[in-house]
């Protein structure tokens, strides 16, 4: 079975979307709470009205504010509400989104409190001028991340200590030199729950004392468009610990044409669990998706899904609702004691597919204890992808993901050397001039070895050349003829012998002409014996080949089981010579028939000896 989750850190926990509406604006719709303030009343702090903050690189277009907001509100008359609000595709004026906005909810001393960011705006900026939307994108000055050899940007011996926020958060007379620059469109902002202006907005809110770090991505990569990445890094900055956390997601997802009257009032929504995930050498993951759609597609112009996916830590809360009825009755909880109900209240309701105007709650938790001057990191996106097509969902999954790096020079370290893992980066990313991160050579049998490379490069790699030293002579002899593609990341050696030592080597070539060299590897090719390679691809849902290899000719019996031992086909049975076999299995049984998705073993037996493996089958 995949891997469900990995949590990096106790207390990296996995939350939702930040959202609010500026609570000193008076709203003019059928879904405003009653009991907003009048304009003019109450003070706004630095709040960036202008419409402004817009993640504009990709084709799902977000307003995302200086207070947490995402979402502009259309058709409202805020300053801000001519914004793309959740358009997709770009350009099309057809919004995915109206508002919507992180919950945090705790107990202290026995009392549920709950800080929102909509409908009441209790996170928000402070009145200080440095409290603004900031912008970045990979490779601005200053902004170098790991794997660089230059991510500690003022040579002071940490890395990336002074985030993106207009001050000198490590006290050393610069401001914002040393941070990490993440995809090629970056906002980044701070905001809080216990400003005096929400306080005075407010009068009955009890503040939890949250200090919020954002910073949201975007790619223009036409695969990697389709989605906003966010991390949000809470501080609890309560003088008491907060028991029984919960973060979650609220989001009025309002689908349709901003010329369109009323277009809210026929969507639905829904919940979909383990849309599985390849990341390769580290496994097969599940993520959920938490998901609104307009029902009938509005005549071609609504045609996808909208939702947030979590990364990291199962959901324990799925609920869905509407303004139009009491709590009690289905409706918008409107009090702390309400809203930390339902968010503790750790169900997953069934989808909403009554047409309606619908709201979204996702939650995880419960965390225990958070105490104080304890940071959180919270990482999820909002996506739009096709009906039925969970696509963009896992491109989303992939890019938060990011890349593996060999940081210690310690091949036993990680897997295969990679030991520590930077999120958002895209697989096609190459975040350094050109440098190889990993450099393997293994022999596969006794007459082929494997030289294996991954890079990471600032400038275009136009290929590669293969290198290797034999014996006494130390003069290296090119294996191949000429470049090899950029994009081919392995080459066999089938010119070996066995019991011989080899070293081998690898040179990139760059646009600039430059050449740049791997380590030196030396392996040894060991005599003949009998191998069962990992079939590939794995997982796999059509067919997938096993490879092996054979010291000797002989019996050769290769067949594939269930998990609860029973034979389901036999992929081989005969005489095979000695040498490299490979053989396809189509996920049927001996008598043909299509076998179901999971987990299966398949076995060799040749001679007296017997070696097995898994593979994961997906329908």
Not at 265 to 287: P, S
Request: with cysteine; glycine share 8%; net charge negative.
């Amino acid at each position: 079975m995949p891997n469900r989750y990995h949590p990096r850190a106790v207390l990296v926990v996995l939350a939702g979307l930040s959202f609010l509406i500026p609570a000193s604006l008076q709203i003019v719709s059928a879904q405003t709470p009653l009991n907003k303030p009048k304009p003019g009343d109450l003070p706004q702090g630095i709040l960036v009205l202008d419409g402004s903050p817009v993640h504009d690189v990709g084709e799902l277009r977000v307003h995302a504010s200086n207070w947490g907001a995402l979402g502009s509100g259309p058709g409202t008359g805020f300053p801000f509400s001519n914004a793309p609000s959740a358009e997709w595709p770009a350009g099309s004026r057809v919004e995915y989104l109206w508002l919507g906005g992180l919950w945090v909810g705790a107990l202290v001393d026995g009392i549920p409190k709950v800080s929102t960011a909509a409908y009441q705006t209790e996170f928000r900026p402070s009145a200080d001028v440095r409290d603004v939307v900031y912008y970045s994108a990979f490779g601005t000055p200053g902004g170098n991340r790991l794997p660089s050899s230059a991510a500690d940007d003022d040579e002071d011996g940490l890395i990336d200590e002074d985030k993106l926020d207009g001050y000198d958060d490590d006290a050393d007379g610069q401001i914002d030199e040393d941070y990490a620059a993440i995809s090629d469109q970056m906002l980044s902002r701070v905001f809080s729950d216990y400003d005096p202006s929400a306080i005075i907005i407010y009068p009955d809110h009890s503040p939890l004392n949250l200090l919020v770090h954002e910073e949201s991505y975007q790619f223009d990569d036409p695969d990697y468009d389709d989605f906003v990445g966010f991390k949000f890094r809470i501080f609890s900055a309560s003088p008491y610990p907060l028991q029984d956390v919960y973060i979650g997601v609220f989001a009025d997802g309002d689908v349709g044409h901003r010329d369109i009257p009323n277009a809210y009032e026929d969507d639905a929504t829904a919940f979909q669990q383990d849309i599985l995930v390849d990341h390769g050498d580290h496994g097969v993951q599940a993520y959920d998706f938490a998901y609104w759609y307009d029902v009938d597609g509005d005549g071609g112009e609504a045609p996808a899904y909208c939702g947030i996916v979590m990364f990291d830590y199962p959901v324990a809360t799925y609920a869905n609702f509407s303004g139009a009825a009491a709590f009690e009755d289905g409706g918008d909880p409107t009090n702390d004691f309400e809203r930390y109900e339902l968010m503790a209240s750790h169900t997953v309701e069934r989808n909403g597919t009554v047409p309606r105007d619908y709201r979204t709650l996702v939650v995880i938790g419960p965390i225990d204890v958070l105490p104080s001057a304890v940071w959180i990191e919270v990482n999820f996106a909002l996506v739009v992808t096709p009906r039925d097509d969970f696509t963009n969902v896992q491109h989303a999954a992939t890019a938060y993901h990011g890349q593996w790096f060999d940081l210690d020079n310690d091949p036993a370290t990680g897997i295969d050397g990679k030991e520590h893992q930077e999120h958002w980066y895209l697989p096609t990313d190459n975040p350094l001039p050109v440098a190889f991160t990993s450099f393997e050579a293994r022999a596969l049998s006794s007459n082929s070895v494997s030289i294996a490379w991954q890079t990471v490069a600032d400038e275009r790699i136009v290929g590669y050349e293969v290198f290797r030293v034999a014996g006494a002579n130390p003069q290296p002899v090119r294996l191949t003829a000429g470049l090899i593609d950029s994009d081919q990341h392995q080459y066999v050696d089938k010119a070996v012998t066995p019991g011989e030592r080899y070293a081998y080597f690898v040179v990139a070539h760059g646009t600039s002409g430059n050449q740049f060299t791997s380590q030196i590897q030396a392996v040894t090719v060991p005599f003949a014996t009998l191998t069962l390679r990992q079939n590939a691809p794995n997982p796999f849902n059509q067919t997938t080949s096993i490879g092996l290899s054979l010291a000797e000719r002989g019996d050769v019996h290769l067949a594939v089981y269930d998990v609860s031992g029973r034979r389901v086909a036999t992929v081989v049975n005969g005489v095979r010579d000695a040498g490299e076999h490979n053989f396809e299995w189509n996920g049927t049984d001996d008598a043909g028939n299509r076998v179901g998705a999971g987990v299966y073993f398949y076995r060799l037996q040749a001679g007296k000896q017997t070696l097995t493996k898994k593979l994961v089958l997906m329908r």
